[in-house]
């Protein structure tokens, strides 16, 4: 895992992106942000560390999570205790994904496209379309909606529809100088049309308009379809991340 040198930078970061993507519920243990939305996406039901004395007791910050009848899932930034992986992975907790944190410089150069409707909160057809192609179980829908409406403000929900049928869709969230930029989604229909760069890029000149200078992402590491879109946008890994959970065996 990569370690930057500037270590507050990836704090504030890690602040930013916890109330653009928000939990429902959070808890601090031991220098570990603990964050519960029902078993609603793996970021917002996760164990971060965010002090850099955080505790290396296993058993006891884990102990929110087993009181909600819920399993722990660990992920472990640069901030996270020297080690703290291989600890885990000594008592079989295993690695089940790695993604990277990126951020780019905005500028006046990215343009809105007409096409691309960006609204305050998100519309009935927008939920919908999310929930289809994201997709969201039926048991977590109340938990999305609580989430998106919870959602760091100004927020701008970006949405590409033609003859009623949603074809791409993301997130931007503003706080200071900086867009989280989530959850872009293109349906299966519409790809290879450049819906994606459209959308971010219209949330950049959104964002831009309010304020940002800079936008970031979280991104699976082997999103090979997203990486080249991104680089070329201006995007840069600023550092990674690894979720580990218990072994199911």
């Not at 504030?12 to 964050?35: C, S, T, Y």
């Not at 901030?79 to 951020?103: D, H, N, V």
């Not at 379309?129 to 701008?156: C, N, W, Y």
Request: glycine share 6%; aromatic share 10%.
């Amino acid at each position: 895992m990569s370690s930057p040198k500037n270590l507050d930078e990836v704090r504030r970061l890690e602040r930013l992106a916890f109330r653009g993507w928000p939990a429902l519920e959070n808890q601090d243990v031991q220098g570990w942000h603990l964050r519960f939305s029902g078993g609603y996406t793996k970021r917002a039901n996760s164990i971060n560390a965010v002090s850099p004395v955080a505790s290396t007791d296993i058993e006891a910050v884990e102990a929110p999570f087993h009181q909600r009848a819920m399993r722990p899932v660990w992920r472990l930034t640069p901030l996270a205790p020297f080690g703290m992986a291989e600890r885990l992975k000594a008592r079989g907790y295993e690695p089940i994904e790695r993604s990277l944190l990126q951020r780019c410089p905005l500028h006046d150069g990215f343009q809105a496209d007409p096409a691309v409707e960006i609204r305050p909160s998100p519309s009935t057809e927008w939920i919908e379309a999310f929930a289809a192609h994201s997709p969201v179980k039926p048991d977590h829908r109340e938990t999305m909606q609580r989430m998106l409406l919870s959602i760091t403000q100004p927020a701008g929900f970006a949405f590409v529809q033609h003859e009623g049928r949603p074809l791409a869709m993301a997130i931007g969230a503003v706080e200071d100088d900086h867009m989280g930029l989530f959850d872009v989604l293109v349906m299966p229909e519409a790809r290879r049309q450049g819906l994606a760069r459209r959308v971010t890029e219209s949330l950049y000149a959104w964002a831009w308009a309010r304020g940002a200078r800079f936008a970031y992402l979280q991104v699976v590491a082997t999103n090979a379809a997203a990486m080249p879109l991104y680089a070329a946008q201006g995007f840069r890994t600023v550092y990674e991340y690894e979720y580990l959970v218990p072994s199911t065996s």
